[in-house]
């Protein structure tokens, strides 16, 4: 039976596979998309919109923030990925 640390490991490895293939095949591509619209929705908006320009400000930095989770996840997954493999015993030679 693994010990806790080890479960530890496991989950942030899964957890970081889940979001590296959510990532590729979706949020990568709709982050783009949203960041599209917005850099849009700024050209289009007055200089006197302020609202709608702090809107558009927040979004992206709600953006910026997921982008950076995300990012955070999958490279603590891949960490955890090479303490695995650290702490196995190496084959017989």
Do not use: C
């Amino acid at each position: 039976m693994s010990n806790p640390p080890d479960d530890k490991i496991v989950e942030e490895i899964h957890f970081g596979q889940v979001a590296q293939r959510a990532n590729d095949t979706f949020i990568k591509a709709f982050i783009a998309k949203k960041r599209e619209t917005l850099y849009e929705n700024f050209l289009i908006a007055k200089i006197d919109q302020v609202e709608e320009l702090q809107e558009v400000k927040r979004i992206m930095s709600v953006l910026d923030a997921m982008e950076d989770d995300i990012e955070t996840i999958i490279n603590t997954g891949k960490m955890a990925t090479k303490m695995k493999e650290g702490n196995e015993p190496a084959g017989e030679l």
